[in-house]
């Protein structure tokens, strides 16, 4: 037993089967050692050092039934659980010993190490952590912890500053006697630390270069084992500073390198590196895999993230919300929450548009009942009306006005939506414009948007925005070239109508998209840039009802239209374009958010141009999304000079 004690303690694993194969020769003596609870942890801690996590449980467990109230097989039934990732058997501990365990303060730290396995730190923190601080003042280990427990829990800068103060207390000897210093510090272990600590803050002080890569670079120069493999910490730090740097093709390089190769537990692949990998990439296929196979055992926001990603809301809803009990002050996990309730819910919106197009000053007013059926499946109903106000002597006293209503039937799947929009418009005439939609994910960085449609509503002149409509195919392809650059190409064919069915010509379309995210966390950023080029076939005549449409539209005595009256010159457009928090026009944020988006633009025949938006977003009671814009542009693509909005838009979930 004391051989066995000390082999274990220095990692002599080769001398402990040596001896287990000759213990197992002695059946007397084995037989008996299997009633010795200790020996069993110790057999236990043996298989478990060579992932054999089945065998070494059950020996725990055998040494846990002989002597329940052990400390040490508490522990180690405990850590083999964190060590493997095993949420489910972590839980069931405690829910049936915690409240026995917990009366041990020895066991504190484990239990408190349970509950950050759990993704659950404030519970660590509250019950086992913080009450010990004060006695373990001096303890670097444990402090390294307790900071990782308070970043755990969101509170970054707490954790910041106790790592800063741990390690300034790591480079003096100040605190301790000679005598303690010296069996401290005059040991090769000892001698190490110094070493690894006086390079590290050597590094930090000259600073050349970066000065994070060149820290990590000597902490992975030293902390290697015999075989030459990183330590578990220093792998994992490697693998932060990878994240951080947003460098995930070197990480999950870098994660077969440590890894893959050995079947050590102590070199166990860490789950948080997988799933962060998989989400950075949207790699759809491996965020479902580790959410199906690990499940609870995954971090809690990372949870709640991957099942969004695979499109089952109902369990991004429920992990968030189990978490809340132990959780209670954990701001992004309530905000993933109520994101993900309000992602499935009825609601009911109302929005008002006023337009400033030229010679035309239009106003529109549109309600909405968004059902929504299932997590997969939704419906809206909606109503719009479109009001058109004379506010120059170029056109008619009298503009059509449109009163439009709507059914929109929306059909989402892991790997893509589809929807499909019938509505009944009652305009210059009676028309039934009918749109279908699809969007599809192939893989990780390429996907592709399609939608074709019949009497649409089309904007490409303001004769046609009046008494005109379209009918168009589209096809784009979206590429993410990396994390944070994405790269779209479409092609569109459309044919144009007067409403009364009277063709006036054709179009074709063709844009490039490049969209830089500096940055993904609030406040949104993302730069891009833009080119496109329309060019359009026009029908000359258009007979008798092309003329009557042109009245309808142009004051009285006005001059027969020219040809390009339907239909603009052929042009490019193309620009720079900056905007940060776009996203909150439309979806649901707790604060209250700016957003803004301004562009420098060039126009093939209207010349140089702009266009800028700004707008406020937030919430008034809780469940509901207010939003107030208002921009202005010129030269821009519908080819009708300066314009001017201004968007007021309010959603009620339910």
Do not use: C
């Not at 020996?39 to 298989?47: K, S």
């Not at 910041?160 to 300034?168: D, E, I, K, N």
């Not at 406040?523 to 496109?532: C, M, R």
């Amino acid at each position: 037993m004391l051989a066995w004690t000390q082999w274990s303690a220095r990692n002599q694993w080769q001398r402990i089967t040596q001896s287990l194969h000759t213990l197992q020769q002695q059946p007397d003596t084995w037989a008996s050692l299997q009633a010795n609870p200790e020996f069993l942890r110790l057999l236990g801690t043996y298989h478990q050092n060579f992932g054999r996590l089945e065998q070494a449980q059950k020996y725990y467990e055998a040494g846990f039934a002989l002597a329940p109230a052990s400390d040490a097989l508490r522990q180690a039934l405990l850590w083999l659980f964190i060590d493997s990732n095993d949420a489910v058997a972590i839980q069931r501990l405690l829910t049936v010993y915690e409240a026995q365990w917990s009366l041990s303060s020895a066991m504190h730290d484990s239990l408190a190490a349970a509950y950050q396995a759990l993704s659950q730190p404030q519970a660590a923190l509250q019950r086992y952590l913080t009450p010990h601080v004060a006695e373990h003042a001096n303890d670097f280990l444990w402090g390294m912890n307790y900071a990782d427990a308070l970043e755990q829990n969101q509170q970054s800068d707490q954790a910041w500053r106790l790592r800063q103060h741990l390690l300034a207390q790591q480079g003096t000897l100040g605190r301790y006697t000679r005598a303690q210093a010296r069996a401290r510090w005059l040991t090769q272990e000892g001698l190490d630390t110094v070493q690894r600590i006086a390079r590290t803050r050597l590094v930090l002080t000259q600073r050349p270069g970066d000065p994070a890569l060149d820290v990590l670079r000597e902490l992975l120069r030293l902390d290697r084992d015999a075989q030459g493999q990183y330590s578990n910490a220093a792998a994992e730090t490697a693998i932060g500073w990878l994240q951080d740097a947003g460098e995930y093709g070197a990480e999950r390089g870098f994660l077969y390198q440590q890894y893959a190769r050995s079947h050590s537990l102590r070199s166990n692949r860490p789950l948080w590196a997988d799933i962060t990998l998989a989400l950075a990439e949207d790699d759809k296929a491996s965020a479902g895999q580790l959410l199906e196979t690990f499940d609870q055992r995954l971090p809690r926001y990372d949870r709640v993230n991957a099942a969004v990603a695979v499109g089952d809301i109902r369990l991004a809803q429920s992990a968030a919300f189990e978490t809340q009990d132990q959780q209670t002050d954990d701001d992004p996990l309530h905000l993933q929450l109520t994101e993900n309730l309000l992602a499935f819910s009825d609601h009911v919106g109302v929005r008002t548009d006023y337009e400033q197009l030229g010679d035309l000053n239009e106003a529109t007013h549109r309600a909405l009942l968004h059902w929504a059926i299932s997590p997969r499946l939704y419906f809206d109903l909606g109503f719009a009306s479109v009001q058109r106000i004379k506010p120059s002597n170029n056109l008619a006293q009298n503009l059509p006005e449109e009163k439009i209503f709507s059914i929109l039937a929306g059909w989402q799947r892991p790997t893509g939506l589809t929807t499909l929009r019938i509505s009944q418009r009652h305009g210059y005439t009676d028309t039934t414009p009918i749109l279908l939609t699809h969007d599809q994910r192939i893989d990780n960085r390429l996907s592709w948007y399609a939608e074709i449609g019949r009497q649409l509503p089309t904007t490409e002149s303001l004769a046609l925005r009046l008494v005109g409509m379209k009918d168009s195919a589209s096809l784009s392809l979206r590429y993410q070239l990396s994390r944070l650059d994405r790269l779209t190409f479409t092609q569109a064919l459309e044919r144009y109508h007067l409403q009364t069915g009277v063709s006036v010509g054709s179009g074709r379309h063709t844009t490039v998209e490049y969209t830089h995210t500096y940055r993904q966390d609030a406040p949104l950023v993302d730069v891009g840039a833009f080119w496109s080029t329309h060019s359009y076939s026009r029908r000359t005549d258009l007979g008798g009802q092309g003329l009557r449409a042109a009245q309808r539209i142009l004051p009285p005595g006005a001059d027969a239209p020219a040809a390009d009256f339907y239909l603009p010159e052929n042009f490019q457009f193309y620009g720079l374009q900056l905007s940060t928090n776009m996203r909150f026009e439309e979806d649901y944020t707790r604060a209250l958010r700016p957003f803004a988006m301004v562009s420098l633009t060039g126009h093939s025949q209207l010349g140089a141009g702009y266009g800028l938006r700004l707008g406020m977003a937030g919430n008034v009671l809780g469940p509901d999304h207010l939003s107030l814009s208002w921009g202005m542009d010129k030269s821009g693509p519908a080819s009708l000079g300066s314009t001017r909005s201004l968007s007021l838009a309010y959603r009620l979930h339910f």
